[in-house]
């Protein structure tokens, strides 16, 4: 999975008002979303869903689809919160691919799913940039929706009950609680058949995991924090 620390406590940022929002989205049939990828035993799980929210904001920006590297950021991003296989935080990915102008390619920097020394020379290679990222407000599912009808979305969840690690199909509806403890992408959302409104998340435990890697999580339910807290702690880079 890859523990998430303890939340730090943001600045409120400037959230993007859409006013207006499709019923349906999803960012894999716009191709904004690269092939689901397997973390393994390293739990870095926030760098995964960073460079899946930071691979949509390219590929819209540019219309270039580039698989991203995990492992400069396992390797790289150590001087703050983040600690590779020991756990992270999307926000604090976000911060150091800006500051470090950028982050490199899946192929030239590949994943090896162990805590590795930074490589200066594949680093200083950027590939994608980004300028920054906004937080969505917290606990408010329409404030997350109106940030996915735009982007797909670093979410974090509570992925610790039996009920989200057996997921195989359908939309999950629960038992979990709200103790985050992983980092996933939101990368659409939409309605079931029977009416159930769901997201569309992306994981990083391979594609024999889920519907080929994704889960369909039930959406707009009563609790505001979202089913598995979904809603609590949302971000996207910006470019």
């Given at each position: 999975?890859?523990?998430?620390?303890?939340?730090?406590?943001?600045?409120?940022?400037?959230?993007?008002?859409?006013?207006?929002?499709?019923?349906?989205?999803?960012?894999?049939?716009?191709?904004?979303?690269?092939?689901?990828?397997?973390?393994?035993?390293?739990?870095?799980?926030?760098?995964?869903?960073?460079?899946?929210?930071?691979?949509?904001?390219?590929?819209?920006?540019?219309?270039?689809?580039?698989?991203?590297?995990?492992?400069?950021?396992?390797?790289?991003?150590?001087?703050?919160?983040?600690?590779?296989?020991?756990?992270?935080?999307?926000?604090?990915?976000?911060?150091?691919?800006?500051?470090?102008?950028g982050l490199t390619t899946e192929a030239n920097y590949p994943y090896q799913a162990v805590d590795g020394t930074c490589n200066?020379?594949?680093?200083?290679?950027?590939?994608?940039?980004?300028?920054?990222?906004?937080?969505?407000?917290?606990?408010n599912e329409a404030a997350l929706l109106k940030a996915v009808a735009n982007q797909p979305v670093s979410v974090a969840i509570d992925?610790?009950?039996?009920?989200?690690?057996?997921?195989?199909?359908?939309?999950?509806?629960?038992?979990?609680?709200?103790?985050?403890?992983?980092?996933?992408?939101?990368?659409?959302?939409?309605?079931?058949?029977?009416?159930?409104?769901?997201?569309?998340?992306?994981?990083?435990?391979?594609?024999?995991?889920?519907?080929?890697?994704?889960?369909?999580?039930?959406?707009?339910?009563?609790?505001?924090?979202?089913?598995?807290?979904?809603?609590?702690?949302?971000?996207?880079?910006?470019?």
């Amino acid at each position: 999975m890859g523990s998430l620390p303890s939340k730090l406590s943001y600045d409120k940022r400037n959230y993007e008002n859409v006013s207006a929002v499709p019923a349906s989205m999803d960012w894999r049939k716009k191709g904004a979303v690269t092939g689901i990828k397997d973390q393994g035993q390293c739990g870095c799980c926030w760098a995964f869903s960073a460079v899946a929210a930071m691979e949509g904001i390219h590929q819209l920006k540019t219309g270039k689809l580039i698989s991203l590297s995990e492992q400069e950021l396992v390797d790289c991003d150590t001087a703050g919160e983040d600690e590779g296989c020991n756990g992270g935080l999307m926000d604090d990915a976000f911060t150091f691919i800006i500051n470090n102008n950028g982050l490199t390619t899946e192929a030239n920097y590949p994943y090896q799913a162990v805590d590795g020394t930074c490589n200066s020379n594949k680093e200083a290679n950027h590939a994608a940039k980004i300028t920054g990222y906004e937080d969505v407000p917290a606990n408010n599912e329409a404030a997350l929706l109106k940030a996915v009808a735009n982007q797909p979305v670093s979410v974090a969840i509570d992925a610790s009950g039996n009920g989200f690690q057996f997921y195989s199909s359908g939309v999950f509806a629960g038992d979990c609680g709200t103790e985050l403890d992983h980092g996933v992408t939101a990368v659409g959302y939409g309605t079931s058949s029977d009416g159930t409104k769901y997201w569309l998340v992306k994981n990083s435990w391979g594609t024999g995991w889920g519907e080929k890697g994704y889960i369909l999580m039930q959406r707009d339910i009563e609790a505001k924090e979202g089913l598995c807290g979904i809603a609590m702690q949302a971000s996207y880079p910006t470019s």
